[in-house]
């Protein structure tokens, strides 16, 4: 593939730039920034976009290094000559921030210049047109500037191998095996969880338990049975026993119930005594109550507090006011702090008009004297500018003296400012007479609040006082007793007495309800049945010692003797539906060992499947491994080809592994590439990538960029390395050498190509 020309709307550094482009070998030469490495990177640009990863460790990624500094839009076109048809290549990458967020739209289009055709729209150039990835580009037909020519060996390899198996760089050759990994997987899973041979497992370790169930189960009715027969006739012997205790705590019921009449009549004479003393107390029926009462006692000892915060109140206001009387008067001083807005402005007011005459007075002092000098030369030397010395002296003198009368009018004002704090007084006592006003001013300010917040103390306090009083006169008149004396003392005797009649008042009440309480409990308990009807079952019941009874041990044996009965049945209630359960759930053992035998069979089977399928793939593995070695002399011959080609023959050849790695023969033996000098190494692996682009792009050959890649050479292997690639030109590669240097396009003699100036 060639590539005829390009164009770059806006890439990097450069915008709205057009080149020309010939087959075979191109140099463009041009200064440094003069923009060759971004035609470059515009090239691997147009083919593959740019990556928003940063890589190896660095601090931009591709597309924030070519990015344009100005704009968030990159792009260009090119045009291409591919198998005899010329296309339209263009690229638009547009980037826009939205707060933390990057949106990026990236147009590719490959269009069919006579048919005007959309080929493959969206999708990356490079990778219709080539058949490989950016990363196979990179390392195989891209020289960026200043970079290890060393390919990257893991990605090339996996690459080799994928071509080996499918034919295409692009198609993953693992799918080779994954049909046989996918039935090893069907069959058990990775980590031996799941699987047909997992589930063989379970379904064969469920046989074996059922088949000790069904064994367990035929003992397990016979034992069941025999229990149901022993336990039924145990329940029988309780249940006798059981009504013969029923009896005997009837009988002991029935009597206890006939001696309940006389606890009746006893309990109905006690309520009727608590009701009548209750009268007594309380003709009226009210009582004071616990509400008045506890209130009582709290005003009672609220009064003396009130009392005492009214008192305290008054005297606050009165050390209050003392203390603003002490204080100086300042009316004329506030009034010029109020002018100049404050003490600290006036203090820096003076401040200023001090410096203001002393700046004055100085420069004037200063002009007055320099005016002087100059008349006394002028007078004194006869020179031709003496006229202008005189002059200029009686200028200067004129304004110093200016100077110094008006630097008076500021010290006069400064002084009138400060005699505010004594006559005489000077800046320092000045100073000090506004620290002394500002703290005898914050002072008057606290204290003016203060006198206001005792003069609300004391009026809420009078008020409190007021409240208290009343409240106590209204609950000794609540409490039926008269305020006599002091509020306070009258009010504790109230409470007391209150509290004395209602405690006694309550106590009858309770004995009345206690009275009433055990009449109407006895009452219920004893029953509606008549005496002779209790005394007629009584007798019928046959138990001579009725009166010697005891209910409650009567109660305990027949609680046990239920309790024993309840659990024997629950017990036979058990037996029989397990063993309807097991006669139910039986199964025949003979069955369920043919089931196990039979998957034990399929189980061994699946083994052997599970085995072939996991030597399959590691036979295929070690095929893989194989075909990638085989493509090694391949390599192995055009890397050799090449590299004697640029040495001059000095180094007969370069041999290649499977897995990339690269050692050069030379007269003095084999040796890693890493003991040679930066440029036998460069064109090493100048040489294995070119051999690389032979093996890899089968559909179309890249045109090959090499951004100073030959920095490391001199003249005579520049001009070998030159030669080749004009031959390589021949075969159809276009060869794109961007240089700072006319070093390289003299030392093309050996070949043709194209040299075009930036």
């Keep these: ?100 967020r990057e949106s990026v739209r990236d147009e590719v289009m490959l269009i069919d ?93 469920e046989l074996r338990e059922r088949l000790q169930r069904a064994e367990g189960s035929n003992r397990a009715i016979i034992s069941l049975e025999g229990e149901i027969g022993e336990r039924t006739a145990k329940k029988e012997t309780l249940d006798a026993r059981l009504e013969k205790a029923k009896k005997r705590m009837e009988a002991g019921e029935i009597y206890r119930k006939l001696a309940l009449r006389e606890e009746i009549k006893k309990h109905e004479k006690a309520a009727e005594d608590a009701v009548y003393a209750l009268k007594e107390i309380a003709p009226d029926g009210k009582l004071p109550t616990a509400e008045n009462i506890s209130l009582a006692r709290i005003t009672a000892a609220e009064l003396p507090v009130l009392q005492s915060r009214a008192a305290d109140a008054s005297a606050e206001l009165a050390r209050i006011k003392d203390e ?50 100059c008349a006394v030369a002028a007078m004194v030397l006869e020179l031709s500018i003496t006229p202008v010395l005189l002059c200029g002296g009686a200028v200067l003198g004129a304004v110093g003296i200016a100077l110094m009368l008006l630097s008076a009018s500021p010290r006069k004002r400064a002084r009138a400012l ?126 001579a010692d009725a009166d010697a009874v005891d209910i409650k041990a009567c109660e305990r044996e027949v609680e046990f003797y239920r309790t024993q009965s309840e659990m024997q049945e629950k017990e036979i209630y058990n037996r029989k539906i397990s063993l309807a359960e097991h006669k139910a759930k039986a199964e025949d053992p003979c069955e369920i060992a043919g089931r196990l035998n039979e998957a034990q069979k399929t189980y061994a089977a699946k083994t052997r499947q599970y085995n072939a399928c996991v030597k399959a793939i590691e ?61 036998t190494r460069d064109l090493a692996y100048i040489s294995l990538r070119l051999a690389l682009i032979d093996l890899l792009y089968k559909r179309e050959k890249p045109p090959v960029v090499f951004d100073e890649s030959f920095a490391h050479q001199d003249k005579n292997r520049t001009a070998l390395a030159l030669k080749l690639l004009s031959s390589e030109g021949e075969r159809g590669i276009q060869s794109l050498l961007f240089t700072c240097r006319n070093f390289e396009a003299q030392s093309a003699e050996y070949g043709s190509f194209e040299h075009i100036i930036l």
């Design 619 to 679: 036979a295929l593995g070690t095929a893989g491994q194989n075909l990638r070695g085989g493509v090694a002399p391949y390599l192995s011959e055009g890397a050799c080809r090449r590299l004697s080609a640029v040495t001059g023959g000095k180094y007969s050849g370069i041999r290649v592994d499977g897995e990339l790695s690269a050692v050069c023969i030379s007269p003095d033996g084999i040796r890693s590439l890493e003991y040679f000098s930066a440029g």
């Design 113 to 205: 210049e006579q048919t005007g055709e959309k080929i493959a729209v969206g999708k990356d150039a490079g990778q219709v047109l080539f058949g490989v990835s950016a990363k196979v580009f990179a390392d195989t037909a891209y020289f960026r500037q200043l970079a290890d020519s060393a390919p990257n060996k893991a990605e090339l390899t996996e690459a080799i191998g994928n071509i080996l198996f499918s034919g295409e760089e692009g198609t993953d050759a693992k799918k080779a095996m994954k049909r046989l990994d996918d039935l090893r997987t069907s069959l058990r899973h990775k980590k031996g969880v799941g699987g047909e041979l997992a589930e063989l497992e379970t379904e064969m370790e």
């Design 418 to 543: 400060m005699e505010l704090f004594g006559r005489g007084c000077s800046y320092e006592g000045f100073c000090d007479g506004v620290e002394r006003y500002k703290r005898d001013h914050s002072r008057f300010c606290d204290l003016t609040d203060k006198r206001t917040e005792a003069e609300q103390a004391l009026n809420n306090a009078n008020i409190a006082l007021a409240d208290g009083n009343k409240k106590a006169e209204a609950l000794i008149n609540d409490l039926g007793c008269t305020a006599e004396g002091e509020l306070a003392a009258a009010l504790t005797k109230a409470a007391k007495n209150a509290e004395e009649k209602r405690e006694k008042a309550l106590e009858l009440k309770s004995a009345y309800t206690a009275a009433k309480a055990h009449a109407d409990a006895a009452r219920r308990d004893a029953g509606e049945e008549s005496e002779g009807t209790l005394k007629a079952r009584l007798e019928e019941l046959g138990v």
């Design 324 to 373: 603003l009387a002490s204080l100086p008067e300042y009316s004329e001083i506030e009034n010029t702090i109020d002018i100049y807005g404050g003490a600290d402005a006036l203090r820096a007011s003076v401040a200023s008009m001090l410096s203001s005459f002393k700046k004055k007075l100085t420069v004037g002092a200063v002009l007055t004297v320099l005016g002087a000098v």
């Design 1 to 100: 593939m060639i590539i005829e020309s390009l164009h770059i709307d806006k890439f990097a550094g450069l915008s709205d730039f057009s080149i020309s482009l010939g087959p075979g070998l191109n140099i463009i030469e041009g200064k440094n920034e003069s923009g060759k490495s971004t035609v470059a990177s515009f090239i691997k640009f147009l083919f593959y976009g740019l990556s928003g990863q940063k890589t190896n460790g660095e601090e931009l990624s591709e597309r924030e290094r070519h990015m344009p500094f100005n704009s968030s839009y990159a792009g260009g076109s090119a045009v291409l000559i591919s198998g005899g048809k010329r296309y339209i290549l263009e690229r638009r990458l547009s980037v826009s921030s939205s707060g933390i």
